[in-house]
């Protein structure tokens, strides 16, 4: 499915990374795989240290954190806000809603249309397909979008196949009008059938948790989790994304009369750097052209990777430049898009920690 | 150009407790999980100075000795070409 946009912009973006980090080797002790073993994955798979919330602490909170930010340093004014979606995985509660969680706890006018989204890897991007046609009505000047996940606390920490890429993270993007009549091209596929491949079986209304779906299973290769926590059949996304991504791209371009050359960056949503690397190879993308140092900092914090890509390798040149950037999003669903937009300069791009 | 040997080699510094000519099918039989493919992956792209495209990372090209044979020489062949 094709989407064009014009005269929407993104003006500001903001992530929210917990303070608390933790290494590969802190984590090495609960996997029961060989040192020498584990090693050799970390080498090839870019993993080193990432962000973990430190106890109870929820959506809301992180998200709460950011915005509190920028309203104190004068980047945002609650009442300037029309709608706030939600873009999460790990929602506060099944019901209330985390926007509704989050309007209340700031405060925010009754005013507004509030919603949450739920999407992993590909949730900026349907984030922002949401805010830009929101942005058709009249009544509605600024959209926030909030991506944002506490993962870890549904990861086994014996599962060497995702808890040493996950990380928790928010981000706070904003998105407005603009004068500026460039079109904005897009694209979205989804495919339930491979529903599975990304998946926390329990906790759900289809299986509810219980004594039973929190104990802990060997998978066969030495990884042990409980039917409450996210499993991910590696083999089966790792394919996915590579027949799937290529292909979704060139029709993006194809769609946009573009090149790959006229592209300044392909910020993609980041899950290690090896299947990034073997995608950059695929679509003969240079690799300064696409950066894939995320998870050896912050891990793998599913649709807030985008935001923190951005921030991390692109703040200050986002000040002041304006960059042709393509975006994309593939994970659970199984969910992929992709956009072509220009970027910047942004009113604020930063990154803070969650203390 | 690739060999058994070398092969085998690679596959014995990722997983050495395992005999690698024993076995047809190293998935199956639980001497390769998906991270050793790619960690495999990785050390044949080194070794053979190629790269083996992400959509060739199927269990069926590494299920034997005799399968990332093939694989390794359809990238070196392909290699060589484009080096000519």
Known sequence: MNFVFSNRQISGMLAVVPANERSFEDDMANFHFPVARSLKLKQVMGYDKHRLVDGPVCASDLACFGMMHLFHEGLLHPDEIDALYVVTQSPDYLMPPTSSVIQGRLGLKQDIFCMDINQGCAGFLIG?????????????????????????????????????????????????????????????KMDGTRREALMIPAGGFRMPSSPETAILEDDGDNNRRAKDHLRMDGSAVFNFVQVEIPPLIADLL?????????????????????????????MKVPLEKMPSNVVEHYGNSSGVSIPIAIAHNLRDRLATS?????????????????????????????????? | MASERTIEQVLKQIRPEFDFTASQDFIGDGMLDSYDVITLVAELDNTYAILIPGIDILPENFQNIAAIEQLVRKHVSNHELRLQ
């Open chain 1, 128 to 188: 922002l397909f949401q805010a830009f046609l929101l942005l058709d009505q009249q009544s509605v000047r600024k959209v926030v979008l909030i991506n944002v996940d506490v993962l870890s606390r549904k990861v086994s920490t014996s599962d060497r196949n995702s808890y040493p890429l996950i990380g928790d993270a928010a981000s706070i993007t904003i998105v407005e009008r603009s004068g500026d009549p460039t079109l904005i091209y897009a694209n979205l």
């Open chain 1, 254 to 282: 194809h769609l946009a009369g573009a090149t790959q050359e006229e592209v300044d960056y392909f910020l993609f949503h980041q899950p290690n750097r090896f299947m990034l690397q073997k995608l950059a190879e695929a």
């Open chain 1, 322 to 355: 304006r960059i042709l950037a393509c975006l994309s999003g593939f994970g659970v669903g199984l969910t992929w898009a992709s956009m072509l937009l220009p970027l910047g300069p942004l009113k604020f791009c930063d990154m803070i920690d969650f203390q």
